[in-house]
T-cell receptor, first 113, second 115 residues
Framework: KNQVEQSPQSLIILEGKNCTLQ??????????LRWYKQDTGRGPVSLTI?????NTKSNGRYTATLDADTKQSSLHITASQLSDSASYIC????????????FGTGTRLTVIP | EAGVAQSPRYKIIEKRQSVAFWCNPI?????LYWYQQILGQGPKLLIQ????????DSQLPKDRFSAERLKGVDSTLKIQPAKLEDSAVYLC?????????????FGPGTRLTVT
């Protein structure tokens, strides 16, 4: 069964600290993996996208890693800011003709001053 | 570049009433998606259009949900009659094409509360 699991469900950190979010998936055949940021009351916005051959991708203070062998990905946030408070969703796409996305349930990050 | 537009942003209705949501995708995007996102969960695909044809509606509760995309641009999603469990955020997304390499761009969503 194609599934995407994320951990932790929620996380509270102090402003300026780093954190790492985890994503494990069983989706196969794999096409790509995306990390989305979803602010409260907004739609998800893509942060990074990685294909099978990529094992790291950065976007400012966000760095995603991918281990296609173990089917694990992580999103590392450096020097967190209050505006990083949001849900972070891991999305894995099937390697089929259709844009078939499998969403994780997300990690709710709260950054406090 | 303008993003995906959705309206209304919020809607409160009583159970058994009807409701409709509207989506205007990014100009030139051939593929349009409707998702249902229940609180605390990831989005679930309801229906996918390629131009004005349906690609996938396998998870659409067809006894009460319907969607159309006339002229291959704007789309409407309708619920009739609504149930309490339909309370959720309804997200519209669009992409240039339907293949996995194309990124999906999401609208802000419509938050539906059924009482």
């Amino acid at each position: 069964k194609n599934q995407v699991e994320q951990s932790p469900q929620s996380l509270i950190i102090l402003e300026g600290k780093n954190c790492t979010l985890q994503c494990n998936y069983t989706v196969s055949p794999f096409s790509n993996l995306r990390w989305y940021k979803q602010d409260t009351g907004r739609g998800p916005v893509s942060l990074t996208i990685m294909t099978f051959s990529e094992n790291t991708k950065s976007n400012g203070r966000y760095t995603a890693t991918l281990d296609a062998d173990t089917k694990q990905s992580s999103l590392h946030i450096t020097a967190s800011q209050l505006s990083d408070s949001a849900s972070y969703i891991c999305v894995v796409t099937l390697q089929t003709g259709a844009n078939n996305l499998f969403f994780g349930t997300g990690t709710r990050l709260t950054v406090i001053p | 570049e303008a993003g995906v537009a959705q309206s209304p942003r919020y809607k409160i209705i009583e159970k058994r009433q009807s409701v409709a949501f509207w989506c205007n995708p990014i100009s030139g995007h051939a593929t349009l998606y409707w998702y249902q996102q229940i609180l605390g969960q990831g989005p679930k695909l309801l229906i996918q259009f390629q131009n004005n044809g349906v690609v996938d509606d396998s998870q659409l509760p067809k006894d009460r949900f319907s969607a159309e995309r006339l002229k291959g641009v704007d789309s409407t999603l309708k619920i009739q009659p609504a149930k309490l469990e339909d309370s959720a955020v309804y997200l519209c997304a669009s992409s240039l094409g339907q293949f996995s390499s194309y990124e999906q761009y999401f609208g802000p969503g419509t938050r539906l509360t059924v009482t």
